[in-house]
């Protein structure tokens, strides 16, 4: 029969096994001092956890201390500096105090043989402030100069980037030259005839791009040219795109460099699909080969 007051443990397995029994006093007063062992063991984990944490912010404060005082000598050093121009511009207004004095004890004395012209302080002061108006009206009027010069310059390059801007530039669709620029055999009557513009070989259909940003003045249809789009670049310059298939802008839009104008086709008197385009400036044709690069 088991004692009610006795703790039994039984160790090891079936074959080897040990029996302990303690005493239930002595088993309460085992269990009390493994829990404050716990207890203390785990207050201790906590403990260095929070030493470990306070290290970490000490390191963190000791750096930062470290860069205040290298802030503090860099303040010093300029502060050094600073005085250092305080006392050599010092030394200097001293310099200039005792050479006035001494020039006042000289005005004083009798000095033998001194003779000539003389101008009083105050209109000494009074040239030294009309030079410095002079110089200063100059350098005004300098700068007024300097000031219509930068703005003559801006008007002459805002002109310079209008007529840029006007100039027709590019091709106004990818192709090959079917036909240049100036005397030539029409294809219609076998006689020399002067071609206005360039014809532009390129398949139907691609789109036709205006090469100068500009109003169109004409989107219509004529019997020679068949559907054709004239643009009114400003600053004198015109370009004419003829022999479209269709026809993408009208009279009065204003169109950008590059904007579709229409489509390549062979309307009008024409042999073949192609583009015939002009150039004219102050209203006369001149070579497009010079704007297309």
């Given at each position: 029969?088991?004692?009610?007051?006795?703790?039994?443990?039984?160790?090891?397995?079936?074959?080897?096994?040990?029996?302990?029994?303690?005493?239930?006093?002595?088993?309460?007063?085992?269990?009390?001092?493994?829990?404050?062992?716990?207890?203390?063991?785990?207050?201790?984990?906590?403990?260095?956890?929070?030493?470990?944490?306070?290290?970490?912010?000490?390191?963190?404060?000791?750096?930062?201390?470290?860069?205040?005082?290298?802030?503090?000598?860099?303040?010093?050093?300029?502060?050094?500096?600073?005085?250092?121009?305080?006392?050599?511009?010092?030394?200097?207004?001293?310099?200039?105090?005792?050479?006035?004095k001494s020039n006042s004890a000289i005005r004083g004395g009798e000095i033998a043989g001194v003779g000539g012209s003389e101008t009083p302080e105050a209109a000494v002061a009074n040239r030294l402030d009309l030079l410095?108006?002079?110089?200063?009206?100059?350098?005004?009027?300098?700068?007024?100069?300097?000031?219509?010069?930068?703005?003559?310059?801006?008007?002459?390059?805002?002109?310079?980037?209008?007529?840029?801007?006007?100039?027709?530039?590019?091709?106004?669709?990818?192709?090959?030259?079917?036909?240049?620029?100036?005397?030539?055999?029409?294809?219609?009557?076998?006689?020399?005839?002067?071609?206005?513009?360039?014809?532009?070989?390129?398949?139907?259909?691609?789109?036709?791009?205006?090469?100068?940003?500009?109003?169109?003045?004409?989107?219509?249809?004529?019997?020679?040219?068949?559907?054709?789009?004239?643009?009114?670049?400003?600053?004198?310059?015109?370009?004419?795109?003829?022999?479209?298939?269709?026809?993408?802008?009208?009279?009065?839009?204003?169109?950008?460099?590059?904007?579709?104008?229409?489509?390549?086709?062979?309307?009008?008197?024409?042999?073949?699909?192609?583009?015939?385009?002009?150039?004219?400036?102050?209203?006369?044709?001149?070579?497009?080969?010079?704007?297309?690069?």
């Amino acid at each position: 029969m088991r004692d009610r007051n006795l703790f039994t443990f039984r160790l090891g397995y079936a074959e080897r096994s040990w029996e302990i029994r303690v005493g239930r006093t002595a088993g309460i007063a085992a269990a009390a001092v493994l829990g404050v062992l716990f207890v203390l063991l785990t207050h201790g984990i906590y403990d260095i956890r929070d030493n470990f944490s306070k290290l970490r912010e000490l390191r963190g404060l000791r750096e930062r201390v470290s860069e205040q005082n290298l802030a503090l000598y860099n303040l010093h050093a300029k502060f050094e500096g600073l005085m250092a121009e305080v006392e050599r511009l010092r030394s200097m207004d001293n310099r200039l105090k005792s050479l006035a004095k001494s020039n006042s004890a000289i005005r004083g004395g009798e000095i033998a043989g001194v003779g000539g012209s003389e101008t009083p302080e105050a209109a000494v002061a009074n040239r030294l402030d009309l030079l410095l108006d002079l110089k200063f009206d100059r350098m005004k009027k300098e700068l007024l100069v300097d000031v219509k010069d930068l703005d003559m310059l801006g008007e002459n390059l805002e002109s310079r980037r209008l007529l840029l801007e006007s100039m027709p530039r590019g091709w106004p669709v990818r192709g090959s030259l079917s036909s240049g620029f100036g005397i030539r055999t029409s294809p219609f009557t076998d006689t020399a005839v002067f071609h206005h513009g360039l014809d532009i070989v390129a398949r139907q259909g691609v789109p036709v791009l205006a090469t100068a940003s500009g109003t169109v003045v004409k989107s219509g249809f004529e019997a020679l040219v068949g559907n054709v789009v004239v643009l009114d670049h400003g600053t004198g310059y015109r370009s004419m795109y003829a022999h479209l298939s269709s026809r993408q802008v009208a009279e009065g839009d204003f169109v950008n460099r590059g904007e579709e104008l229409g489509k390549v086709g062979a309307t009008g008197r024409t042999t073949g699909p192609h583009l015939h385009y002009e150039v004219r400036v102050n209203g006369l044709p001149v070579n497009p080969t010079r704007f297309l690069n």
